[in-house]
Structure formats: structure tokens, C-alpha cells
């Protein structure tokens, strides 16, 4: 198809370092006359690629290549898990081994920057402990928040991608969820030992926030099943 020529084309460019983070790309009158489609396939290839993170759209202001971490699809991941049937232990354990490891290195090399975006999540489940649906986007806000401060941004697109399938996941049952204050302070108290430069302090106290996690979880969902 005559999109998929756009697609290969802009990665192309990205491949040969004629393309760089956070740079415009081409207008779309360009492309149209560099890869010989038209202007409705050059969209929708630039669509396209947007959808997976690789190209912001700006409306009024042109495309441009993301400047942010990569965003990794989380849907071949939903597809093998209902595929091969993963246990929500199995879920769990990847997602502790994952995570209190990235923590660890948050504390050792978080940025202000960084600092400042996990407290803006902490404060946002402060604020929605009366909203399960929203307290749920800020949880998910501060683990990606975690991800990017590890420095790493390959384990910060794998942190985005496993945290969009646990939102799905999640999303069913968190109205049924127990007390969504106590789970923010935890997340307070994680925050602060990154703060802090306490790399196993941090590891410990998100060991422990996911392993309560998993058992609310299955509380949640035990409760959200229909009667025999």
C-alpha cells in the first residue's frame, strides 16, 4: 500500500540519522513529490507512525519526530497474554522483577525533572481518592513517571507497555478497591526515598506496594464476579 511507502520512507530517514529527536520532518507537499504518493497516503502514513510513537502531529506547526521515550505497543502483549493464558502471578512477577530494579535506579539518577513528575502523580492520587476511574490514571502517571527516571528509556518504554496492560486490567475492577488513600501514601513514601538517594529503600517499599497490589487485585476481582 501506498501509506506503508510513507512509513518506510520516514524510517528510512530516522535509521540514516537524517532525522533526530524533536526534529520536523518534511511538509507533507515534500514528501508527496520525494516518494512519488499522494498527499492522503503521505497522512496516513504519518498517522500511522504517530499511533506508535515514533512522530508527534502538531496541527498548525508540522510533524515532528518524538523527543520522548519511545512508546512500545502494548496490544501484542494483551494478545499473547490471553493466547497462552499468563496467571496473574506470572503478570506480577515481571512486573516486581521489572520494577524494583528500575526504582533503584531512579533513586541513584532521578533528575528534578524527573522528581517533579512523580510528585505531580503522587498529588493527583492524593487528589482523586474519591474517583477510582482517575485515581487509576495517576497511579499508572507515577510508574511511567518511575520508568522514565531511570534513565533508561528502553526500560521506560517496556514500564509504559506492561502499565497499559495492567490499566486494562485494572479499569474493570478498581471502583471495587479498598482504602485509595493509603495506597497514595505508600506511593508517597516510594517517592521519597527516590528523593531521598535511597536506592534499597525504594526497592523494598515497591516490593512490598506490589505484592499488596496482586492480592488486592485478586480481592477485586473474586468481589467482581457474577454469582454461579
Same mark, same amino acid.
Given at each position: 500500500m501506498a501509506n506503508q511507502l510513507v512509513v518506510r520512507h520516514v524510517r528510512d530517514l530516522i535509521f540514516r540519522g537524517k532525522l533526530k529527536p524533536g526534529q520536523k520532518l518534511p511538509t507533507e507537499r515534500e514528501l508527496v513529490g520525494d516518494i512519488g504518493v499522494s498527499r492522503t497516503s503521505v497522512r496516513a502514513g504519518l498517522q500511522t507512525l504517530a499511533a506508535k510513537g515514533l512522530l508527534v502531529i502538531r496541527h498548525g506547526s508540522g510533524t515532528f519526530v518524538a523527543d520522548?521515550?519511545?512508546?512500545?505497543?502494548?496490544?501484542?502483549?494483551?494478545?499473547? #497474554?490471553?493466547?497462552?493464558?499468563?496467571?496473574?502471578?506470572?503478570?506480577?512477577? #515481571?512486573?516486581?522483577?521489572?520494577?524494583?530494579?528500575?526504582?533503584?535506579?531512579?533513586?541513584?539518577? #532521578?533528575?528534578?525533572?524527573?522528581?517533579?513528575?512523580?510528585?505531580? #502523580?503522587?498529588?493527583?492520587?492524593?487528589?482523586?481518592?474519591?474517583?477510582?476511574q482517575a485515581f487509576l490514571l495517576h497511579d499508572i502517571r507515577f510508574h511511567d513517571a518511575v520508568g522514565k527516571a531511570s534513565g533508561n528509556p528502553i526500560l521506560a518504554s517496556v514500564v509504559e507497555m506492561i502499565s497499559a496492560l495492567f490499566y486494562e486490567q485494572r479499569r474493570k475492577t478498581v471502583d471495587r478497591g479498598g482504602n485509595l488513600r493509603s495506597v497514595a501514601a505508600v506511593h508517597w513514601r516510594i517517592y521519597e526515598a527516590i528523593r531521598d538517594r535511597e536506592p534499597g529503600r525504594a526497592a523494598n517499599l515497591m516490593s512490598e506496594h506490589l505484592i499488596q497490589a496482586e492480592r488486592e487485585q485478586q480481592a477485586e476481582e473474586s468481589d467482581h464476579q457474577e454469582p454461579a
Open positions: 520522548g521515550p519511545p512508546m512500545l505497543d502494548s496490544e501484542p502483549l494483551g494478545l499473547l #497474554a490471553a493466547l497462552h493464558g499468563f496467571t496473574r502471578k506470572q503478570m506480577f512477577e #515481571a512486573r516486581r522483577t521489572l520494577e524494583v530494579s528500575i526504582v533503584r535506579m531512579a533513586a541513584e539518577s #532521578a533528575a528534578p525533572e524527573d522528581l517533579a513528575g512523580i510528585s505531580d #502523580a503522587v498529588t493527583g492520587m492524593f487528589a482523586t481518592c474519591d474517583d477510582p
